[in-house]
Every structure is written in C-alpha cells, then in structure tokens.
Antibody, heavy 122, light 107 residues
Framework: EVQLVQSGAEVKKPGESLKISCKGS????????IGWVRQMPGKGLEWMGI????????RYSPSFQGQVTISADKSISTAYLQWSSLKASDTAMYYC???????????????WGQGTLVTVSS | SSELTQDPAVSVALGQTVRITCQGD??????ASWYQQKPGQAPVLVIY???NRPSGIPDRFSGSSSGNTASLTITGAQAEDEADYYC??????????FGGGTKLTVL
C-alpha cells in the first residue's frame, strides 16, 4: 500500500527556521516525483515545487522560488520542505503528494500525505 | 497564461448531473487531473488523463476535454459528493498549476 506520512503540526515564531518531512512507503521512492502543495486557511491549493528523489532534480513554482527549499534523502525515503526564516504569511497546511504521469500528456498527484499544519505567530 | 480558471461555486440537485469546468491555455496540450477535497481532509484524485478513475472512485465521476477547457462530470450526484473540486495541469515549462477550486453544493 502506497503511503505518504508527514511530520506533525508545528507552531513557530516569525524569523525561525523549520523543516517538515514526508516519508514514502509501499513503492519505489526513487522512481516518482514528490510535490509540495500549500493551502492557506480557507483558500485553494497552490503548487510549490517538486523533487525527483532518484537524482534530487528539483523544480520550483515561480511563486515560491527562493522562499523555500525542497530536498530529499532517498536512503530513508523522505522528502523535506524547509524555510530559513518564517513569516506569519507562511501559516498554512502543507501537503506532499506523489506525482505520476502517463502517455506524456497526463500528469497527476495520485497519493497525498495527511498534511502538516504550520502556524507562525508571535 | 498557464493559469487555470474554475467557477467558484456550483450547485446540483440530489441525483442530477453536474459539470465542473476548468479553463486554461495549458489544457490544449496537457490533460487536467481532478481532485476532491472535503473539509479537514487531504485532496483525493478522482480523474486523470483522458478519462481515468483511480481504484475506488465511483463511475459516476467522468472527465472530458475540448480545446482549452477540461470538465469533470458527476452523473447522479450524491450527498457525499459535496466538496471542493480542483483541477491541475502542467505547462510547457514544467510548472504545475491548480485551478482556484469549485465548491459543489448538493441540494
């Protein structure tokens, strides 16, 4: 059974750093891209970036480039999303999701983590 | 533009058919995928590719595409289908985009 299990909720202060995780199991972790998706309170889904754990090739949404860092440790089947200096506006639910494709024209997130709630408040 | 546009809200009578649409230039080249999200839950993939349903998704969910518009159709909507629905696709640069979401109300 494919599973993505994310780390627990975090409460941080502005300016602090943070790294949240997403552990994959039940499939070949190095063979699928893993994406990160933000959902601010009461708002829609936003794609942040994606990483291929096989070679750590990483792509960022133009909206998030330079704001976060995505990484992966294939030895423990875990992807990460990190901030060096959090802002109140980073308060959101963050999801990781496995990205798959078929036929060359079909791309989709087929499995999702349960989400990690990040609250940034002074 | 590579952005995807959805109607913010749609309603349907119980047992009737509803279509949720998603518009964007990237849909001329790439299929949309569709996600259902209920309050307090992670999104769930319901349609991908030309018209593919993951295991466990009822066959009342179907997808189609024409030009720059992708559609998710629910034939015989049930109370449990009330949720937010998001489309997603990629553009030629490899960026991924979500639509703004459609809140479906089943009356």
């Amino acid at each position: 059974e494919v599973q993505l299990v994310q780390s627990g909720a975090e409460v941080k202060k502005p300016g602090e750093s943070l790294k949240i995780s997403c552990k994959g199991s039940g499939y070949s972790f190095t063979s699928y891209w893993i994406g990160w998706v933000r959902q601010m309170p009461g708002k829609g889904l936003e794609w942040m970036g994606i990483i291929y754990p096989g070679d750590s090739d990483t792509r960022y949404s133009p909206s998030f480039q330079g704001q976060v860092t995505i990484s992966a440790d294939k030895s423990i089947s875990t992807a990460y999303l990190q901030w060096s200096s959090l802002k109140a506006s980073d308060t959101a639910m963050y999801y990781c999701a496995r990205h798959a494709y078929s036929s060359g024209y079909s791309y989709y997130f087929d499995y999702w983590g349960q989400g990690t709630l990040v609250t940034v408040s002074s | 533009s590579s952005e995807l546009t959805q109607d913010p809200a749609v309603s349907v009578a119980l047992g009737q058919t509803v279509r949720i649409t998603c518009q964007g230039d990237s849909l001329r080249s790439y299929y949309a995928s569709w996600y259902q999200q209920k309050p307090g839950q992670a999104p769930v993939l319901v349609i991908y590719g030309k018209n593919n349903r993951p295991s466990g998704i009822p066959d009342r969910f179907s997808g189609s595409s024409s030009g720059n518009t992708a559609s998710l159709t629910i034939t015989g909507a049930q109370a449990e289908d009330e949720a937010d629905y998001y489309c997603n696709s990629r553009d030629s640069s490899g960026n991924l985009w979500f639509g703004g979401g459609t809140k479906l109300t089943v009356l």
